[in-house]
């Protein structure tokens, strides 16, 4: 028993993302969707820019106090604070430290949220993550 849980612990230690060790976010950090604007009607493709106060942006990999990269959530939930962000067409890493990306919708109603992630892509504690906007693309 004591063994086992001596090697969960040399494991957890040496992959910090499956030990869902999460950085703290510097109090007052935001990030919000500067534009579309929420309720926006628009055509596609869709020019998303990304707005973040009190931290920085740093591309993956790049592990720097008070940074993080942004991801693009479209038509879905926030993903788990625990585990990095998934990887698809919903969960959009810009990994790159990009600041705005442009996105092809098929017509209808979308929604668009930010949420920052770590070196890891591992959301902060708390999470940074920006409101929840809807927009029609025509
Ligand atoms: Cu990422």
Not at 91 to 109: C, D, I, K, N, W
């Amino acid at each position: 028993m004591k063994l086992a849980a001596i090697a969960l612990t040399f494991v957890a230690l040496s992959f910090p993302a499956l030990s869902q060790e999460r950085i703290a976010a510097p109090e007052g950090a935001r990030v919000y969707i500067i534009s579309p604007q929420n309720g926006a009607t628009v055509s596609s493709p869709v020019q998303v820019v990304f707005g973040l106060e009190g931290m920085g942006v740093a591309p993956a990999g790049v592990e720097k106090e008070k940074t993080g990269h942004h991801h693009l959530i479209i038509d879905a939930d926030l993903p788990s604070p625990n585990e990095p962000v998934p990887s698809d067409d919903n969960y959009r890493h810009f990994g790159g430290g990009q600041t705005q990306t442009t996105v092809e919708l098929a017509p209808g109603s979308h929604t668009l949220q930010l949420i920052l992630g770590d070196h890891n892509h591992v959301p902060h504690d708390p999470p940074v993550v920006s409101e929840k906007i809807t927009i029609t693309v025509q």
